[in-house]
């Protein structure tokens, strides 16, 4: 080899070890501000956390110390759990008062996951002291009571968040921008299968997810028919404005299989959605004059994934507190309380239509 191709080739070796370098470089800067962004959150008030169940253990107090809102306070009915929970929160004062926390006047929220029966009663106090209220589903049992919460929050002026968190889920976000793109009536299919319920009412407790997503969609629903199989299964038709849907929400199934699907049939394809994990979408093939196109010109069936839950790589936005919503939901309360940002997609007054149904499907079954 002559001098000038070996110089050639270390001009090339010499080019491609920059190209390393600056790439190197490049995730090093990638990664470092990856690694520093939680840490840029700086959430200035004090807050409160009412409750200390499994629920509010396993999938609300993580997206708190994620974020890392300062808790000052956690309180239970139960006073031999007091040093428990101080033990294992550090800087945070147990109490069962509740008045203890709603007289200090460094707290500007309060996280409320009790059990649904007293959430009104607790509600009413945390409205009326004029702090922020993050109140878990159902905030209460009627819609008599959702209007007197509504008139405290309005004479209070106070932020209200409601834990239906699956209106803040990426798929809702996706189906209702996609949605839109519907021009006619759309037919719905949805199934929500659990195991028994014994300790509720599985309709203001559980079934409340469902059926407030689908009023979050496509609006005010009526009750067209109502079937209650065995007390464990409803089987409903509902009619919303612009769609029309046939539910089975039921506690007869398995809580170790546990499912929610739900098929949405518009004029242009269907989506599914399972678990709150994949959103897809299949085209449907064009009918002219009559004519399904698709057994003239047969073809393979197009599908397109909007949204999968990628179950391989341990990221915040892979796991299930953010698919199903609680992430956003959270942190869009405690924005709100923060002046970052306002906060109103499951305020109160947004569940009006969604306690108008459950009333209605009351007087039914």
């Not at 190197?24 to 009412?50: C, E, M, P, W």
């Not at 239970?76 to 945070?92: D, F, R, T, W």
């Not at 065995?230 to 409903?236: F, G, P, R, V």
């Given at each position: 080899m002559d001098k000038q191709s070996e110089g050639d080739l270390q001009t090339i070796h010499e080019t491609d070890?920059?190209?390393?370098?600056?790439?190197?470089?490049?995730?090093?800067?990638?990664?470092?501000?990856?690694?520093?962004?939680?840490?840029?959150?700086?959430?200035?008030?004090?807050?409160?956390?009412?409750?200390?169940?499994?629920?509010?253990?396993?999938n609300l107090y993580p997206v708190l110390a994620f974020l890392h809102v300062p808790l000052k306070y956690i309180c239970?009915?139960?006073?031999?759990?007091?040093?428990?929970?101080?033990?294992?929160?550090?800087?945070?004062?147990?109490?069962?008062?509740?008045?203890?926390?709603?007289?200090?006047?460094?707290?500007?929220?309060?996280?409320?996951?009790?059990?649904?029966?007293?959430?009104?009663?607790?509600?009413t106090e945390v409205l009326k002291s004029g702090k922020a209220l993050f109140i878990e589903k159902p905030p209460c049992q009627s819609l008599e009571e959702l209007a007197r919460l509504m008139d405290l929050q309005k004479e209070h002026d106070t932020i209200v968040e409601v834990g239906l968190q699956k209106r803040n889920s990426p798929i809702m976000r996706i189906l209702q921008k996609e949605l839109k793109k519907s021009k006619d009536a759309v037919c719905y299919?949805?199934?929500?299968?659990?195991?028994?319920?014994?300790?509720?009412?599985?309709?203001?407790?559980?079934?409340?997810?469902?059926?407030?997503?689908?009023?979050?969609?496509?609006?005010?629903?009526?009750?067209?028919?109502?079937?209650?199989?065995?007390?464990?299964?409803?089987?409903?038709?509902?009619?919303?404005?612009?769609?029309?849907?046939?539910?089975?929400?039921?506690?007869g199934y398995s809580w170790s299989d546990a499912k929610e699907h739900w098929t949405i049939n518009t004029d242009r394809g269907v989506y599914e959605m399972d678990q709150f994990d994949n959103l897809t979408f299949r085209h449907k093939s064009k009918i002219i004059m009559g004519i399904p196109m698709e057994k003239v010109f047969p073809c393979g069936k197009t599908t397109v994934s909007l949204f999968e839950r990628n179950n391989f790589i341990p990221l915040q936005v892979n796991n299930q507190i953010v698919s199903q919503g609680y992430y956003d939901t959270i942190k869009g309360f405690v924005d709100a309380v923060e002046g970052k940002k306002t906060c109103a997609l499951s305020s109160l007054e947004h569940l009006t239509h969604t306690y108008s149904l459950i009333e209605n499907i009351r007087t039914l079954i």
């Open positions: 070890y920059q190209k390393m370098r600056y790439t190197k470089q490049l995730i090093d800067r990638y990664k470092h501000s990856r690694s520093t962004s939680l840490l840029r959150h700086n959430y200035l008030g004090k807050y409160a956390f009412v409750g200390i169940g499994n629920h509010s253990m396993n239970c009915k139960s006073a031999n759990k007091l040093p428990l929970i101080e033990n294992a929160y550090p800087g945070v004062h147990a109490t069962t008062s509740l008045q203890e926390i709603l007289a200090d006047k460094d707290v500007k929220g309060v996280f409320v996951s009790a059990a649904p029966q007293a959430h009104f009663a607790i509600a299919n949805l199934k929500y299968l659990t195991g028994a319920y014994p300790e509720g009412d599985a309709l203001l407790d559980l079934f409340i997810h469902p059926l407030d997503c689908m009023t979050y969609l496509f609006g005010e629903g009526q009750v067209k028919s109502a079937v209650n199989v065995e007390n464990h299964t409803l089987m409903l038709i509902l009619e919303h404005h612009c769609a029309t849907g046939i539910l089975e929400l039921s506690t």
